[in-house]
């Protein structure tokens, strides 16, 4: 499993305020509108690899979907909501393994560049069919290499607060172009805005970026067809402008 145990465990606690910003309600309604418009019955059973802190399984859930939820760090398991509809299982993509069938696998905001080795890959798309009968959906979005080549990736800094924390967070990337990954080296400072103090942590993310023909031949050996490609959340053809690319694939 690529994600080491430093990865997603101390930024578990920050993880929401970070991305709180995210439009996850026009997201997860996104997602259910694409999957439907191939076949997806409406409230079927959906797989998810890397729920993370359960934002999108929560409101597929809502919508109807009976949805399991799998992913390898405790630290954002705990922070999970429970949901009626909602399974959230501690495993990674390889170690999955569920009775029923699912009428979609996904993995959703670039869980797929987590898995950085072709092993980790074979398993991400071998345990996706396992769960699906001929007509199932996988579908993800990833980082896109046309977009990453084209923005060379730089160092940020993210910066978010409540009424009770403010977190800095300083993304440092490296670039390892033979292996198609970038190593982004995550240093956090967290305040406590109550007491004053304040906690620093460091977290390194190898994350892998794909072009479409990787995507291809991996699905064609795992027996799914491409069904579509195109930006995340959006219909436009991927570009060179385009770092978060939607895949859809079915199940031959
Ligand atoms: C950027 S987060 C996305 C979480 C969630 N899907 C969301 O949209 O907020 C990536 C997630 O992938 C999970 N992950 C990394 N490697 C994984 C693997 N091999 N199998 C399943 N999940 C994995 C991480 O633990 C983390 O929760």
Request: glycine letters at 6%; one cysteine or more; aromatic letters at 10%.
């Amino acid at each position: 499993m690529n994600t080491s145990p430093q990865v997603f465990q101390e930024s578990a606690a920050v993880y929401d305020l970070l991305y709180g910003e995210k439009d996850t309600l026009a997201e997860a309604e996104w997602i259910a509108t694409t999957l439907e418009s191939h076949g997806c019955p409406p409230a079927g059973r959906l797989l998810e690899f890397g729920s993370g802190t359960g934002r999108h399984a929560r409101i597929l859930a809502d919508r109807g979907y009976l949805v399991t939820g799998v992913e390898p760090s405790s630290d954002m398991l705990e922070r999970a909501e429970p949901h009626p509809r909602v399974t959230y299982l501690h495993g990674d993509t390889a170690s999955t393994s569920l009775e029923e069938k699912c009428d979609a696998v996904l993995a959703l905001f670039h869980v797929m560049s987590y898995h950085t080795s072709l092993p980790e890959l074979h398993a991400f798309y071998e345990t996706a069919s396992r769960h699906l009968d001929s007509g199932g959906l996988f579908a993800f979005d990833v980082w896109f290499t046309p977009a990453v080549h084209s923005f060379v990736p730089e160092a940020r800094v993210l910066e978010k607060a409540n009424s009770h924390i403010s977190v800095t967070r300083t993304a440092t990337p490296t670039e390892d172009i033979a292996q198609s990954l970038v190593t982004v080296t995550y240093d956090y400072t967290v305040e406590d805005l109550t007491s004053g103090t304040s906690s620093t942590f460091t977290e390194s993310h190898a994350m892998r970026h794909f072009t479409q023909t990787e995507i291809e031949l991996l699905a064609k050996q795992h027996g799914f067809e491409l069904v579509e490609s195109r930006e995340f959340m959006s219909s436009a053809k991927p570009s060179r402008n385009t770092w978060g690319v939607w895949f859809t694939l079915r199940k031959i």
